[in-house]
């Protein structure tokens, strides 16, 4: 149980265009899915938290407005990064939390990832 | 601040054990996390511990003091698929992770 799907896993796009990844709990429901970054040889940085119904909380340097986050429901968060550019070429990966779990508490579970190469 | 700190690199021979160190200063604490990440793949579940003493789950185990502040990780019987990063993380008052920036660990024959 407890698997977080993540799509596209890789994706190469031209500098200015806009792309969206999708972050799923496939066996349970996620009232909160987060977001980070990491870039090579660098640990997790995390990007905006996200709840289900509501707007996201960005971390401290982060452009809302760059990186659009929607949790529309209980099992899906999408990250959109806009008007990409180079320097957003990095890995971006999404974790879930199960709200019912009678496991670890507050254990987050990842997604695979998606990395963005932007020319 | 937050700060966690870990070394940033360690090596091991395989079939040794290895322990990877710990400390951290957060606002509260509601647990420490550590995970494994492989290059190029996320983060997976190892051990979490509130509260002082060792948690034992087969070849890992994890301590953790609280009054000093301090986790550290074991790894016994060393396999070379154990070259990995390992991440601990501090749950903080406000439920939040934050990350230590990750011990890349190397195994050698």
């Known amino acids: 149980g407890a698997v977080v799907s993540q799509h596209p896993s890789w994706v190469i796009c031209k500098s200015g265009t806009s792309v969206k990844i999708e972050c799923r709990s496939l066996d349970f429901q996620a009232t909160t899915m987060f977001w980070y970054r990491q870039f090579p040889k660098q640990s997790l940085m995390l990007m905006a938290t996200?709840?289900?119904?509501?707007?996201?909380?960005?971390e401290q340097g982060v452009e809302k407005d760059k990186f659009l986050i929607n949790h529309a429901s209980l099992t899906l968060s999408t990250l959109t990064v806009t008007s990409a550019h180079p320097e957003d070429s990095s890995f971006y990966i999404c974790?879930?939390?199960?709200?019912?779990?009678?496991?670890?508490?507050?254990?987050?579970?990842f997604g695979p990832g998606t990395r963005l190469t932007v020319t | 601040g937050q700060n966690i700190d870990q070394p940033t690199e360690m090596t091991a021979t395989e079939g040794a054990i290895v322990q990877i160190n710990c400390t951290y200063q957060?606002?509260?604490?509601?647990?420490l996390f550590w995970y494994q990440q492989h290059a190029g793949e996320a983060p997976t579940f190892l051990s979490y511990n509130v509260l002082d003493g060792l948690e034992e789950k087969g070849r890992f185990s994890s301590f953790l003091s609280r009054s000093k502040g301090y986790s550290y990780l074991l790894l016994k019987e060393l396999q070379m698929k154990d070259s990995a990063s390992y991440l601990c993380a501090v749950l903080d008052s406000n439920y939040q992770l934050i990350w230590g920036a990750g011990t890349k660990l190397i195994i050698k024959p």
């Open positions: 996200s709840n289900e119904g509501s707007k996201a909380t960005y």
């Open positions: 957060t606002s509260g604490f509601n647990g």
């Open positions: 974790s879930a939390r199960d709200q019912m779990t009678s496991g670890t508490p507050y254990e987050q579970y």
